[in-house]
């Protein structure tokens, strides 16, 4: 019998990182000899942090929970809107399905949250503090005692900047680390939910395989390992995931620019999810929407162009959830090697990325695919899986605390379930 579950993002790890040598995370590997693997997870469409971590906490396709990338555009103001930083409003209204912390507090279960995408406002955390950039987000919505307990000992009044630099990013993880560690000796909380980022920075800027992702990965491993010494006595259920992992870039592309130059920059906006971009139209402009298509796919760079109908295969919406029309017109998908920006101003189309590594791919190729270690009382040892969704770690959790989820996409990993566990028989749906 589990008395509590602690999940962890571990962002833009990639599965295959855990069979590198070259990789020293013991921490991370006694995990996993203790518990149980999955080699790789696949992420959502498209692979970007905002909608995998959704899909994560859901157990639904972006389809059901409505956050369909990193950035969307916002037909009822014409704007390009970002998620990052929790910028875009209440996670009630954001989010269009329960979430397992909503499901465990409908339970009576008390939850916390440390950094994790889109909670702000989330009514059902009893202990939160959202991902923001800025500190005026944290001093307005973290939960307001807690934040004032925190103050005392931990210097959350630097959250903001350290959130909001790359090269801060391990600081920013430490200090996560140090409010879940504080959750965990202070607070009765049944459900613990943290997101270390600075793995995933450092693979934008470094690239795959470079000295600084690895330093970067012993690094997390560490502050795993602090959490772990301190939850060695106890019977609690650690799940640790990556949202997605990373391909090398080296060229930027401006899709803004080609819509200008071609005379269709009045008709569409293209908005940047790094791997592929969506594209966004008007009625007006739907007898221009091929012309636009097939200039993308004329492309050498451009791996496909997906109409709506492609899109509910892919976990997509063919139509908008809701009257700020998120769902794009088409998407376009780029070839590894290159990311899209957003810039519209005149230029050339391509030119050198800032970044070295990135995501938002089709999530199939293997470097893009995550894992999932679970180890724990509710979880077997060694009962190790190839493959499973990011949308099945709900439902698996769900399941370790007694929770039937009929109404998720994802479908629980019962192989790796202990008998004796809290699992009492295979749930129906
Ligand atoms: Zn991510």
Known sequence: MNNRTLLICIDGLAGAYLEDPSVNAPHLKKLIKEGSLVSRLTTTYPSVTWTANTSAITGCHPDRHGVLGNSVYDRTTNEIRHHWGDQLGSKEDIIKVSTLYDLLAEKGMKTASVCWPLTREATNISYNIPEFYDQALFEQYATPDFWDELKKTLPVDRYGEWSSDFALGDKQDWLTKEILLYILKEKDADFIMGHFLSIDSLLHDYGNRSSQVYDAITYIDELVGELMAYLDEQETDVILYSDHG??????????????????????????????????????????????????????????????TDAFPERGLPKIDLDEFGHTPDFIVE???????????????????????????????????????????????SGSNIDEAHIVDIAPTIAVTRDIMPHKMDGDPLSSILTKGGNTIEEPAY
Do not use: W
Request: with cysteine.
């Open 246 to 307: 990373h391909l090398d870039v080296h060229t930027a592309f401006y899709p803004n620019r080609l819509l200008n130059e071609n005379g269709l920059g009045y008709s569409f906006t293209a908005v940047s999810n790094d791997g592929c971009l969506f594209v966004y139209g008007t009625d007006q402009t739907i007898d221009r929407q091929q012309e636009a298509k097939d200039l993308f796919q004329s492309l050498p760079y451009v791996a496909d162009v997906l109409s």
């Open 334 to 380: 780029l070839k590894e090697g290159y990311l899209s920006k957003d810039d519209v101003e005149a230029g050339e189309l391509l030119g050198d990325s800032s970044y070295l590594a990135t995501h938002g791919y089709s999530p199939e190729h293997p470097l893009l695919k995550g894992f999932m270690i679970a180890s724990g009382p509710s979880f077997s």
